[in-house]
């Protein structure tokens, strides 16, 4: 080769010597290499590098010990064997004859990669160095790299976009011939079947509680009693005269005895008697004042005595007249009415008294706080007042607020499914037993307020700004006592399975022919 022979001159004039250009041969043959690898998607280190041609390290090998060992080879004709380098890592590597061709049996790489990578800088006749030639990039291990990542390249092309055309076709299909259950939600309350509220009947002071919150009353059940001091006593009083009315009820009735009349008999005889004897002092007293011997007021007391005589005359003739005669009836039926107001005013006055004991209305459980019912005790209520509050829980009631546009799918008896947002893992069922027959007009989303909470029926020109609902009844099994009142949630009512692409399509659909049609 032409740098086999080293010019005396080189030497002398501190030239590129053969074991610099053996350096930078073997240099730009390791960075092809490396080049190479890292194409190869393999990791380069430290470490050989091994391939079907040659085995060689990463580490730049030493200089030769020999400088002139070029020189050597040129002399005997023999080509010159760079020795084997024994690195920390590396696997050792064969003497190869940089000018021998490689061939299957030495186990060089192919002769392009290789004689191209050796060739060293061209010399110029004037023996300065000229700048090495750019030695193409040998291609031959890449293209069967490149053609496999292309080829898998375009198969994964064409997985991927079998897969989406099988699922657009399944996701057709689903929609033209699968069915689903068509749900209609919204928000949901929770109210009590029976909302019972346990007030004062009369006026009265609190005298004891007899239940606390959270416990189970049964109708008829006493919740609290009122003092019945006042009550008591005219209760007594007119019982008193109501006895004594009986009393003269059953006199005038029976009618005068024997006995009665000789007694009146008598009492007229002495009357009688008592006359006779006042009308003779009173004429002897006359005689007497006439012939002045007496004063005039002696005269006057016995004219006295004899008008009084001549009266209890009068009195026991009409008692006994009346014991002949017997009781008129009206006076009967006056003592009659007599009685019945009094027991009228019995009655009254013990139904006072059993109302100062207050009990359920109904079965359920006492909702008003302990303390609240504390704090009634000796204070005064009022007729009317409330003391506490019964709820039936063991059924309860769920109002849902559907939206108009949903309520023609709504019917009776369909099945709903509720979840509170007290108890996310537990699922309520329930079936549709009432649909309102009025509208709603809701606060729109993102307003202030309660959730659900009713306004006023907005106007058609507003309808654009509120949501208008139509509220949806149903009635829940609540035997665990898990749902209170005023509880939400949402809900969803089972309306019946439809066709995947009227799902789909309901909304649109409804809007074409509502919307739309308002247009034409």
């Known amino acids: 080769m032409a740098w ?11 030239r590129l010597t053969h074991d610099k250009l053996l350096q930078m041969v073997y240099a730009r043959h390791l960075r092809k290499l490396q080049a190479n690898s890292l194409d190869a998607g393999g990791s380069f280190g430290r470490g050989a590098i091994e391939t079907s041609y040659t085995v060689t390290t990463l580490d730049e090998p030493t200089h030769p010990a020999n400088g002139d060992a070029l020189v050597t080879e040129t002399a005997t004709g023999k080509p010159h064997e760079t020795p084997v380098q024994d690195y920390d890592e590396g696997a050792r590597s064969p003497a190869v004859p940089m000018h021998e061709p490689a061939s299957p049996t030495n186990g060089h790489r192919a002769p392009d990669a290789v004689t191209d990578a050796a060739k060293p800088d061209a010399v110029s006749k004037n023996g300065e160095h000229s700048e090495p030639s750019q030695s193409k990039p040998d291609s031959s291990p890449e293209k069967p790299a490149e053609e496999t990542k292309k080829k898998s390249r375009r198969w994964g092309r064409r997985v991927r976009k079998a897969v989406w055309v099988a699922a657009a076709a399944v996701a057709a299909f689903a929609l033209v011939r699968g069915h689903a259950e068509l749900r209609v939600g919204g928000p949901f309350n929770v109210l009590p079947v029976e909302n019972s509220d ?8 609190v005298d004891k509680i007899y239940v606390h919150e959270g416990d189970y009353v049964h109708e008829g059940q006493p919740i609290a009693r009122l003092t019945d001091i006042d009550t008591r006593a005219a209760l007594e009083k007119t019982e008193a005269q109501l006895a004594e009315a009986s009393a003269k009820l059953k006199m005038q009735v029976a009618g005068p005895t024997a006995n009665e009349i000789e007694v009146a008999k008598a009492n007229v005889t002495k009357a009688e008697d008592n006359l006779k004897y006042s009308q003779i002092r009173l004429a002897m007293v006359k005689r007497v004042f006439d012939e002045n011997l007496i004063s005039r007021k002696e005269y006057e007391d016995a004219a006295a005595l004899e008008s009084a005589a001549r009266n209890d005359l009068a009195v026991a003739k009409d008692q006994l007249n009346l014991l002949l005669s017997g009781t008129r009836p009206e006076d009967i039926e006056a003592t009659r ?49 409330l003391i506490a509050k019964i709820f039936d829980l063991r059924t309860v009631t769920a109002q849902i607020a559907v939206d108009e546009k949903d309520i023609a799918d709504v019917q009776v008896d369909q099945k709903v499914v509720l979840r509170a947002r007290a108890y996310p893992d537990e699922i309520f069922y329930g079936k549709v037993n009432f649909v309102s027959t009025s509208l709603l007009g809701t606060a729109p989303a993102g307003a202030s307020g309660a959730e659900g909470a009713s306004l006023p029926l907005p106007s058609p020109s507003s309808s654009a700004a509120a949501k208008r609902t139509i509220l949806i009844t149903t009635q829940i099994d609540n035997h665990s006592l898990l749902l209170k009142p005023e509880m939400t949630g949402q809900a969803k009512i089972l309306c019946g399975r439809r066709r995947a692409l009227d799902l ?13 049609w308002s247009w034409l």
């Not at 006492?366 to 007042?385: M, S």
């Not at 789909?504 to 659909?509: G, I, K």
Request: glycine share 6%; charged share 30%.
């Open 4 to 14: 086999n022979k080293e010019p005396e001159s080189a030497k002398s004039e501190g």
């Open 198 to 205: 346990v007030r004062a009947s009369v006026d009265g002071v």
């Open 337 to 385: 009415a007599q009685i019945e107001q009094f027991k009228a005013d019995q009655r009254h006055l013990g139904e006072q008294r059993r109302m100062l004991m207050v009990y359920s209305p109904s079965d359920g459980v006492v909702a008003t706080p302990t303390l609240q019912l504390k704090q009634l005790t000796h204070q005064l209520v009022k007729k009317g007042d």
């Open 504 to 516: 789909v399509t309901r909304r649109l659909a409804h809007t074409i022919k509502v919307e739309f």
